[in-house]
């Protein structure tokens, strides 16, 4: 099984400010048959389930607001928030769909300093 | 607008069984290939299986530790999926999720897919 190895478990980031979280897996997740990144990003707020943000590594989800972003190489991806608002605060999930099982990073909180 | 709705949780004892079902709406359920992913109380997300749609073969994969115990099922009729759980363990207890799978196959390779949108979830308790 392909590992996800999300850093850091929790941030405070202040309003307005960058939060950057980091996702590695255990082997690339980059397939040769279609040069894509097979890695999502999910925002889980508490008592909700989770919501995906972004597919293919960097590819934004309608409604999605554009200070998210996604970047990444074969085995470590950033998930950016670009100036972080009061409604961002939750738990954000990595997730390969490279090969099966799909795994998940463990999650990363992210709080208002 | 697509919806998926969870039932069927609830307190078991170790050992005995449940049926959990989700309910689609919203979208051509017998095209999705349809994945329950799991969290347990305060923890993260843990993929349980998936059942791709029946013209990819109508199969299903399991994760390892629910492999031989669960089984997902579908009715494209009723725009139903199911997943049957026996021989539980204190360890299932979880929060149980339906989504929507986008996985694909394509050159005879099926590949597995991101999950959108998620269901509410329901609660399955394993206690004595």
């Known amino acids: 099984d392909i590992v996800m190895t999300q850093s850091p478990d929790s941030l405070a980031v202040s309003l307005g400010e960058r939060a950057t979280i980091n996702c590695k897996s255990s082997q690339s997740v980059l397939s040769s048959s279609n040069s894509k990144k097979h890695l999502a990003w999910y925002q889980q707020k508490p008592g909700q389930p989770p919501k995906l943000l972004i597919h293919?590594?960097?590819t934004r989800e309608s409604g999605v607001p554009d200070r998210f972003s996604g970047s990444g190489s074969g085995t470590d991806f950033t998930l950016t928030i670009s100036s972080l608002q009061a409604e961002d605060v939750a738990v954000y999930f990595c997730q390969q769909y490279y090969s099966t099982p799909p795994t998940f990073g463990g999650g990363t909180k992210v709080e208002i300093k | 607008e697509v919806q998926l709705v969870e039932s069927g949780g609830g307190l078991v004892k170790p050992g005995g069984s449940l049926r959990l079902s989700c309910a689609a709406s919203?979208?051509?359920?017998?095209?999705?290939?349809m994945s329950w992913v799991r969290q347990a109380p305060g923890k993260g997300l843990e993929w349980v299986g998936r059942i791709k749609r029946n013209t990819d073969g109508g199969t299903a994969d399991y994760a390892a530790p629910v492999k031989g115990r669960f089984t997902i099922s579908r009715d494209d009729s009723k725009s139903m999926l199911y997943l049957h759980m026996n021989s539980l363990k204190a360890e299932d207890t979880a929060v149980y999720y339906c989504?929507?799978?986008?996985?694909?196959?394509?050159?005879?390779?099926?590949?597995?897919?991101?999950?959108?949108?998620w269901g509410q979830g329901t609660l399955v308790t394993v206690s004595s």
């Open positions: 989504t929507t799978d986008y996985g694909y196959c394509t050159d005879g390779i099926c590949w597995g897919g991101f999950f959108d949108p």
């Open positions: 293919w590594a960097s």
């Open positions: 919203g979208f051509t359920f017998s095209s999705a290939w």
